[in-house]
């Protein structure tokens, strides 16, 4: 997956994603093409890094997904940012939907449509919901696989270093360097969250906790709100 000068870097922030990361990594490297893929690990205790595998750079960080995924950032050679969860798999065309939205020079960055990897009512309209907000208001989180510029994301400065609430901040500023686009996909991404800790339970809190950002709450109270626990 070694590429000299790549188009895309594929930016994976980790902490203890033994259970996903094998899977995502081999996903990615049966793309049809050569990006640049590189995970930061914010100092995982299980088996992440182990089951990386070859081609890939490894990068290690104090743990916070702003952090981590600005190390990455730093270190990538690719003129393209793509931030990836462990959890979340690019459809088979995404890297090319990119480099096609990207062609337009208006456009600084985007976001995916998001699909959740279980069936039912419930996680339809969970995803609808999402990407409505997200066509709506330009706002992406970071299971929709935010993607940038890279020369527009380091004049920005990046992701802000909170606790959470980044990916709002982000999305939001990076409509300073142009219009930004919410691209087909979808991306499909784990619903592990909502199965650990309740369906009902997790939208509400996911809700909440949005609420509570705007009216003022600071990110790292609301990050108190919001575990880290891994299925």
Known sequence: MKNSNPGISIIIPTYNEAGTIKTTIGHLKNLNCSPEVIVVDGGSTDSTLSLIGAGVKILQSPKGRAVQMNAGAQ????????????????????LQQITTALANQKVAGGAFKLRFDQPGL??????????????????YFGDQ??????????????????????????????????????????????????LTYGKWHTAWLLHKIKFLYLLGVSPADLKRLYSDRRR
């Open 145 to 194: 696989a935010i993607f940038a510029r890279r020369r527009d994301f380091l004049r920005l400065g990046g992701y802000p270093a909170v606790e959470l609430m980044e990916d709002w901040i982000f999305s939001r500023k990076l409509r300073l360097a142009g219009r930004t686009v919410l691209l087909k996909g979808p991306v499909i991404t784990s619903a592990r969250r909502w």
């Open 75 to 94: 270190a990538a050679a690719g003129e393209i940012l793509l931030f990836l969860h462990s959890d979340t798999r690019l459809p088979d065309d995404g």
């Open 122 to 139: 419930f996680f339809y309209l969970a995803a609808l919901g999402s990407n409505l907000r997200a066509a709506l208001t330009g706002i």
